[in-house]
């Protein structure tokens, strides 16, 4: 695979990440953390059935490795749930998916050996920017709602979000079977998320329109796309590719539009406009050069 359709992959997974606010907002009203973890649930079971069909077992790492990466899982979509809950979804959502390239370029360059370059720097400070603006165009923090706690839970999302993407680069790197590496992580992620079913109302998980919204939720924007994240983060690095799932906030703002009715006022206009030139920044990289060929090279 070439790195142009990897971060293809990426972008159209962010795309998918993109699409569950939207269902959840014309879906049943249900407790939301209650439809983050079944969320998790049904991708786990989903990927589980993937990575037998593919016969695909290797994870490239020991039990730490899976065990870390699905406990950055459970830390996201808890927290990420908790944040929107006190500080509101737009805010909570720009905080937790802005703050991830950051969190993850840093874990990279400690944890991996990765190296920050320049242009993964510029392009993620322009799409940050961007984000902020499409949430300040929304009036996201107009509604009096946002809270310390709130901007706490949601740097805690961004963190396990940049974690996870770390630690499963890391089990790529090793050989490690993508859709493998998913079933193991998420399975471990859906396993710690199971007591939140015993804390939270979830009766209404089990009506027509719960079944409905926790299937697709599991299916589209978990299985399936996160399938396409771990092939596209098998040819780039994690801080890249956090940083171009930013189109998942640019996503959603789209899908307010066409699907619930919303206006973008001018400000949330420039925000998407600076979110796709920060995308656009990494993903029309050039490509280097080849080092010209030595003589036995040449006469191969």
Known sequence: MTVGAARTQVLLAAV?????????AVGPALEPLAVGAARIAVGAVLLAAIAL???????GAGPRAVLLAGACVA?????FFAALDRTGVAVGTVVAIGSAPAFAGLFARAFAGEPLH???????????????LLVLGGGGAAGGKVSTAGIGLALVA???????AVATKRMLAAGGAPEAIM?????????????????VPAGGLLAPGGVALALYLGAIPTALAYILF??????IGAGETATLTLAEPLTAAILGVIALGERPSVTAAAG????????????????????????????A
Do not use: D, I, K
């Open 16 to 24: 998918l990440f993109g699409t569950t606010g939207t269902a959840q």
């Open 118 to 132: 320049a242009r993964w720097a510029a392009a993620t400070g322009l799409a940050c920017a961007g984000v902020c």
């Open 75 to 79: 830390v996201y979509q808890a927290s």
């Open 272 to 299: 998407a406009a600076l979110v796709l030139g920060g995308l656009a920044a990494l993903a029309l990289r050039p490509a280097r050069a080849r080092p010209p060929a030595t003589p036995a090279e040449a006469n």
């Open 183 to 199: 079933a193991a992580v998420f399975g471990v992620g859906a396993l710690l998320l199971l007591p939140v079913f015993a804390l």
């Open 53 to 59: 069909a593919c016969g695909a077992a290797r994870v």
């Open 230 to 235: 771990a092939r596209g983060l098998e040819q």
């Open 158 to 164: 961004g963190a396990g979000y940049a974690g996870y």
